[in-house]
Protein backbone atom coordinates (compact mmCIF):
# COMPACT_ATOMS: atom_id res chain seq x y z
CA UNK A 1 0.00 0.00 0.00
CA UNK A 2 1.00 3.33 -1.09
CA UNK A 3 0.59 6.16 1.41
CA UNK A 4 0.82 9.75 -0.23
CA UNK A 5 1.79 12.68 2.04
CA UNK A 6 0.97 16.71 0.88
CA UNK A 7 3.12 19.76 2.44
CA UNK A 8 2.69 23.20 1.49
CA UNK A 9 -0.25 24.55 0.76
CA UNK A 10 -1.26 27.62 2.43
CA UNK A 11 -2.55 31.47 2.08
CA UNK A 12 -0.76 33.71 -0.53
CA UNK A 13 -1.95 36.82 -2.12
CA UNK A 14 -2.83 37.54 -6.14
CA UNK A 15 0.30 37.18 -7.77
CA UNK A 16 2.38 35.47 -5.32
CA UNK A 17 4.08 31.75 -5.03
CA UNK A 18 3.59 28.59 -3.66
CA UNK A 19 5.08 25.20 -3.96
CA UNK A 20 3.35 21.87 -2.83
CA UNK A 21 4.93 18.61 -2.12
CA UNK A 22 3.89 14.95 -2.11
CA UNK A 23 6.18 12.06 -1.05
CA UNK A 24 5.38 8.56 -1.25
CA UNK A 25 5.76 6.07 1.45
CA UNK A 26 7.20 3.56 -1.35
CA UNK A 27 9.67 4.04 -4.24
CA UNK A 28 6.67 4.03 -7.64
CA UNK A 29 7.88 1.10 -9.92
CA UNK A 30 7.49 0.63 -13.44
CA UNK A 31 4.99 2.49 -15.72
CA UNK A 32 3.54 5.31 -13.63
CA UNK A 33 1.60 8.75 -13.63
CA UNK A 34 2.17 11.49 -10.89
CA UNK A 35 -0.01 14.03 -10.37
CA UNK A 36 -2.02 16.93 -9.19
CA UNK A 37 -5.56 17.58 -8.76
CA UNK A 38 -7.42 20.33 -7.36
CA UNK A 39 -11.08 20.83 -6.15
CA UNK A 40 -12.78 24.10 -5.69
CA UNK A 41 -16.03 24.49 -3.12
CA UNK A 42 -18.90 23.42 -5.30
CA UNK A 43 -16.82 22.51 -8.39
CA UNK A 44 -15.81 18.39 -9.55
CA UNK A 45 -12.22 17.58 -8.78
CA UNK A 46 -10.10 18.52 -11.66
CA UNK A 47 -6.52 17.44 -12.84
CA UNK A 48 -4.39 20.43 -12.51
CA UNK A 49 -1.16 18.94 -13.85
CA UNK A 50 0.42 15.35 -14.57
CA UNK A 51 4.01 13.91 -15.16
CA UNK A 52 4.64 10.61 -16.52
CA UNK A 53 7.39 8.34 -16.21
CA UNK A 54 8.41 8.41 -19.38
CA UNK A 55 9.21 11.98 -19.28
CA UNK A 56 5.82 13.60 -20.72
CA UNK A 57 3.94 16.47 -18.26
CA UNK A 58 0.54 17.75 -18.79
CA UNK A 59 -1.37 21.11 -18.04
CA UNK A 60 -4.79 22.24 -17.31
CA UNK A 61 -5.10 25.29 -19.88
CA UNK A 62 -6.13 27.14 -16.72
CA UNK A 63 -2.27 26.63 -15.78
CA UNK A 64 -0.08 26.37 -18.23
CA UNK A 65 2.81 29.34 -18.15
CA UNK A 66 2.34 29.24 -14.86
CA UNK A 67 2.36 25.84 -13.13
CA UNK A 68 5.34 23.71 -13.02
CA UNK A 69 5.14 19.93 -12.44
CA UNK A 70 8.29 18.03 -11.45
CA UNK A 71 9.57 14.42 -9.93
CA UNK A 72 12.41 13.16 -7.91
CA UNK A 73 11.87 9.76 -8.30
CA UNK A 74 15.04 9.01 -5.85
CA UNK A 75 13.50 10.89 -3.18
CA UNK A 76 10.10 9.57 -3.92
CA UNK A 77 8.58 13.41 -4.20
CA UNK A 78 6.72 15.26 -6.65
CA UNK A 79 6.12 18.72 -6.75
CA UNK A 80 4.03 21.62 -8.03
CA UNK A 81 5.19 25.13 -8.20
CA UNK A 82 3.02 27.53 -8.76
CA UNK A 83 3.42 31.30 -9.93
CA UNK A 84 1.52 33.92 -10.69
CA UNK A 85 -1.09 32.71 -8.14
CA UNK A 86 -5.10 33.70 -8.73
CA UNK A 87 -7.73 33.76 -6.81
CA UNK A 88 -9.27 31.60 -9.34
CA UNK A 89 -6.71 28.78 -7.98
CA UNK A 90 -7.93 28.30 -4.24
CA UNK A 91 -8.77 25.24 -3.62
CA UNK A 92 -8.03 21.39 -1.94
CA UNK A 93 -4.71 19.73 -4.18
CA UNK A 94 -5.05 16.09 -3.76
CA UNK A 95 -1.39 14.19 -4.65
CA UNK A 96 -2.40 11.20 -7.08
CA UNK A 97 0.11 8.14 -8.61
CA UNK A 98 -1.47 5.61 -10.66
CA UNK A 99 0.85 2.53 -11.53
CA UNK A 100 0.92 0.07 -13.92
CA UNK A 101 2.03 -3.22 -12.35
CA UNK A 102 3.91 -6.07 -14.96
CA UNK A 103 0.15 -7.71 -15.76
CA UNK A 104 -1.28 -4.14 -16.88
CA UNK A 105 -3.27 -3.38 -13.65
CA UNK A 106 -3.97 -0.08 -12.35
CA UNK A 107 -3.18 0.83 -9.12
CA UNK A 108 -4.39 4.58 -7.86
CA UNK A 109 -2.94 6.29 -4.78
CA UNK A 110 -4.33 9.78 -3.16
CA UNK A 111 -3.31 12.04 -1.02
CA UNK A 112 -5.16 13.48 1.75
CA UNK A 113 -5.37 16.91 0.00
CA UNK A 114 -3.89 20.54 0.88
CA UNK A 115 -5.32 24.01 1.04
CA UNK A 116 -4.23 26.71 -0.70
CA UNK A 117 -6.03 30.07 -0.87
CA UNK A 118 -5.34 32.64 -2.92
CA UNK A 119 -6.61 36.29 -1.48
CA UNK A 120 -6.00 39.60 -0.52
Known amino acids: QVQLVESGGGLVQPGGSLRVSCKSS????????KGWYRQAPGKQRELVASTYSDGRTNYADSVKGRFTISRDDLDNTVLLQMNRLEPEDTAVYYCNVKMWDGSGNLREYWGQGTQVTVSS
Open 26 to 33: STIFGTNV
